[in-house]
């Protein structure tokens, strides 16, 4: 298989501009198939701005951004139009008067106590489950966020800000969830923080970035353990 068979998104001289200051600016960036990433950098470094635009929610304003080797279709407006298969933590806001057990019950009749014994084990997870969906705090909503997107098998996961929210046990059930998924169903993740404390235990390829610039790019497990990636 060629080099451009494995690629999922393509990104040349890439550059986001708002009020005419630069937010990102990235010559080369390859991400392939199956293949679990960390994009990490303090506030403010671009992480937020390239996670959207790889899920279609902003447009660049410069450059070439490539999904699956064609760049992202759009509307008579210039809308892009995101594909269903692209799912970005954080975007599916579901506001109902209904409690998360009562929605994961009525949506996943099948398998609900598989998903609420799977993903609200926890002492603090179990806690959002009587909770209503419209007053679920922000931690609370991107947990339950993140369970749709498990149960949803989309082809790419995207999520800021991974584990910022969560406390140990719910980052902990996230990463092995995310794990089964990429092994199982071969879904490409991309992840951000600020730190590289909770991605580089599970991430294959760690993107540094800094000022909107990719500063380096670093395997996230021991060489004999090193997933398939490029960044050039």
């Known amino acids: 298989m060629n080099q451009r068979a494995t690629l999922i998104y393509e990104l040349k001289n890439l550059k986001k501009v708002y009020h005419q200051q630069p937010v990102i600016s990235i010559g080369r960036l390859q991400i392939h198939r199956g293949t679990i990433y960390g994009i990490l950098g303090p506030v403010g470094s671009g992480k937020t701005t390239l996670l959207r635009h790889l899920a279609g ?82 931690g609370q909503r991107a947990w339950f966020d993140l369970v749709l997107a498990l149960e949803s098998d989309p082809r790419v996961l995207i999520q800021d800000n991974f584990s910022t929210l969560f406390d140990n046990e719910m980052e902990s059930i996230a990463r092995k969830e995310l794990k ?53």
């Not at 999904?67 to 995101?82: A, C, H, P, S």
Request: aromatic share 8%.
């Open 57 to 138: 929610l902003e447009a660049q304003t410069e450059g070439i951004l490539k999904y699956d080797n064609n760049e992202f279709e759009r509307t008579w407006l210039g809308k892009i139009k995101v594909p269903q298969e692209i799912y970005y933590v954080g975007e599916h806001p579901v506001s109902a008067k209904q409690t998360v057990e009562q929605l994961i019950k009525s949506v996943y009749s099948d398998k609900s106590n598989r998903i609420v014994k799977r993903y609200f084990r926890g002492s603090v997870s179990k806690q959002i489950l009587p909770l209503v969906l419209n007053s679920l705090s922000p």
């Open 180 to 232: 089964r998924m990429n092994k199982d169903l071969g879904t490409t993740l991309i992840l951000s923080s600020i730190n590289d404390h909770a991605l580089k235990k599970f991430c294959s390829v760690l993107i540094y970035l800094e000022n909107g610039h990719i500063t380096k790019v670093r395997s996230g497990k021991p060489k004999q353990q090193r997933g398939d990636y490029s960044k050039k």
